[in-house]
């Protein structure tokens, strides 16, 4: 009996000296190198509408792998990149700061129908040059370890690309405004009454809502052609969404209050801003 606890004494003491000896392997991340971004062309732009929407094959970006290095070895996760433009000054800190999402990709040749798409975030005027600043994020899974590169400069002049064609007027109804679902073209309210503010957004500085339905109409006293919510009634987000002609559902309303609504014929979304 006392050789079979010696015995398992020793096995104890040797397991705890293995466990001491051999402690659980942790990857760690270790480095990584930013990347570098280049461009085959940083030259003066102007985009114009295609019909065949080109690819632009004299203005290519390319980017760098950063190669993150873990303790286990090189990163074999998929890596993802996203493209940003901003404003020259804003630092990439614009809230219209434009975006695209590559996934392991080092390289890209933009359409002229997506690079105009791409600019056109910042909402900037078109048809005037604006100078853009570009570069490449770099992440791995969940946003995490971001690596940003150096910044490229491009003056690049967009043109006017809308979702739908844009009407002369923009008017708000349903029972979530003040005068409900009254459509009266002899006498259209003026509180619900956009002002057109660009080529392609309508704005209405202040409307006072209840929770309940709208629609977007473009013609005073008619029905013809409203812009509604192509899914579920009351489905869409609140406090903005896409909009489209002719759909079926009504729009739901956010909480009551005192809203500023902006409509964007470019992106073909509009926005509900809580003013008190």
């Given at each position: 009996?006392?050789?079979?606890?010696?015995?398992?004494?020793?096995?104890?003491?040797?397991?705890?000296?293995?466990?001491?000896?051999?402690?659980?392997?942790?990857?760690?991340?270790?480095?990584g190198t930013a990347?570098?971004?280049?461009?085959?062309?940083?030259?003066?732009?102007?985009?114009?509408?295609?019909?065949?929407?080109?690819?632009?094959?004299?203005?290519?970006?390319?980017?760098?792998?950063?190669?993150?290095?873990?303790?286990?070895?090189?990163?074999?996760?998929?890596?993802?990149?996203?493209?940003?433009?901003?404003?020259?000054?804003?630092?990439?800190?614009?809230?219209?700061?434009?975006?695209?999402?590559?996934?392991?990709?080092?390289?890209?040749?933009?359409?002229?129908?997506?690079?105009?798409?791409?600019?056109?975030?910042?909402?900037?005027?078109?048809?005037?040059?604006?100078?853009?600043?570009?570069?490449?994020?770099?992440?791995?899974?969940?946003?995490?370890?971001?690596?940003?590169?150096?910044?490229?400069?491009?003056?690049?002049?967009?043109?006017?690309?809308?979702?739908?064609?844009?009407?002369?007027?923009?008017?708000?109804?349903?029972?979530?405004?003040?005068?409900?679902?009254?459509?009266?073209?002899?006498?259209?309210?003026?509180?619900?009454?956009?002002?057109?503010?660009?080529?392609?957004?309508?704005?209405?500085?202040?409307?006072?809502?209840?929770?309940?339905?709208?629609?977007?109409?473009?013609?005073?006293?008619?029905?013809?052609?409203?812009?509604?919510?192509?899914?579920?009634?009351s489905s869409n987000?609140?406090?903005?969404?896409?909009?489209?002609?002719?759909?079926?559902?009504?729009?739901?309303?956010?909480?009551?209050?005192?809203?500023?609504?902006?409509?964007?014929?470019?992106?073909?979304?509009?926005?509900?801003?809580?003013?008190?």
């Open positions: 009996m006392k050789s079979y606890k010696l015995i398992t004494i020793l096995w104890a003491i040797g397991m705890t000296f293995a466990a001491c000896n051999n402690p659980e392997t942790k990857m760690m991340y270790q480095a990347p570098v971004l280049t461009v085959s062309s940083t030259a003066n732009l102007t985009l114009t509408p295609n019909a065949n929407n080109a690819v632009l094959s004299s203005l290519q970006f390319q980017w760098t792998n950063p190669n993150y290095q873990f303790t286990n070895g090189v990163n074999t996760q998929d890596v993802t990149y996203t493209l940003q433009v901003d404003t020259v000054g804003s630092n990439f800190t614009n809230p219209n700061m434009g975006v695209v999402t590559f996934t392991n990709a080092v390289s890209n040749n933009f359409t002229i129908k997506s690079l105009n798409g791409l600019c056109g975030q910042l909402q900037l005027a078109d048809g005037t040059p604006h100078t853009f600043a570009f570069r490449i994020k770099s992440t791995l899974a969940n946003g995490s370890l971001p690596l940003y590169s150096n910044t490229v400069q491009i003056t690049i002049t967009t043109y006017l690309d809308v979702v739908y064609p844009v009407p002369a007027n923009l008017y708000i109804v349903g029972d979530a405004t003040p005068s409900g679902w009254e459509n009266d073209s002899s006498k259209p309210d003026a509180t619900q009454t956009f002002t057109k503010v660009n080529p392609y957004t309508f704005q209405l500085n202040s409307i006072a809502l209840t929770a309940n339905q709208f629609l977007f109409i473009p013609v005073a006293g008619s029905w013809t052609h409203k812009y509604a919510f192509n899914a579920p009634s987000n609140p406090m903005g969404d896409v909009f489209t002609p002719d759909a079926s559902s009504n729009f739901q309303a956010p909480a009551a209050g005192n809203y500023k609504i902006i409509v964007n014929f470019k992106t073909a979304k509009y926005t509900m801003i809580l003013l008190n």
